[in-house]
């Protein structure tokens, strides 16, 4: 159960710099920049961590709105875990409140998971938070799905979004924007279920 007195954390992983921006690792950071703009808020570098960072609320106006931190680690995503773990540590933000949003090969493009704790399937940016974290965080793992024929992973990653795919991002991005949104709002469960596909 999340503890309305303390903020949440939603890492959007990806890896800094320009030529990375359009890359379908880069998921993340295009979610992260869609909730900060729904805040009215602009990504500033942290002095307490490695990382952009927006502070804003998430929910209905009033008491019933959270807190949220949004953050770009400013590392590449293999180093994801020190940036999040210096600004849980420094915002004292519980574990069960921290929601990273990544690319996920096993789904998909344009599907969207979302769930608490488990394995890091190969994800390095994931490898590098349950190493600092613990596992017990939240994850929206938005589908971009395998690489073609035999093409490696790593180069499909680090490729930007087909055409065809490029044409669907923009709905794809808010929708994942919204799913954070309800997770910060109305609980794991019920966010699962409007957008689990």
């Known amino acids: 159960m999340s503890d309305s007195t303390q903020p949440w ?20 950071f295009m979610v992260a920049d869609l909730l900060a703009r729904r805040m009215g808020g602009t990504f500033k570098r942290s002095g307490k961590a490695q990382a952009q960072v927006v502070e804003g609320r998430i929910g209905p106006p009033g008491p019933a709105s959270r807190r949220v931190i949004l953050a770009k680690p400013g590392s590449f995503m293999n180093l994801s875990g020190g ?5 849980k540590v420094f ?22 998971r979302l769930k608490l704790g488990g394995g890091d399937n190969g994800h390095n ?10 596992a017990n965080y939240l994850r929206v793992r938005a589908g971009i ?15 930007d979004f ?9 709905w794809f991005v808010d929708r994942a924007a919204d ?11 019920r ?7």
């Open 179 to 189: 799913a954070v949104e309800a997770l910060v709002a109305e609980g794991l469960e």
């Open 9 to 28: 954390l939603v890492a959007g992983l990806g890896n800094p710099g320009p030529e990375y921006a359009g890359n379908r690792h880069n998921i993340g």
């Open 125 to 134: 940016g994931l490898k590098s938070l349950t190493k600092s974290l613990g």
């Open 83 to 87: 940036p999040v773990t210096a600004l």
């Open 91 to 112: 915002y004292k933000v519980p574990t069960e409140q921290i929601i990273a949003v990544h690319d996920e090969l096993d789904l998909p493009f344009a599907a969207l």
């Open 162 to 170: 087909s055409a065809a795919e490029r044409k669907e991002l923009d």
């Open 191 to 197: 966010a699962q279920n409007t957008y689990n596909d």
């Open 145 to 159: 799905g395998r690489p073609p024929g035999r093409m490696d992973v790593a180069a499909f990653v680090l490729k």
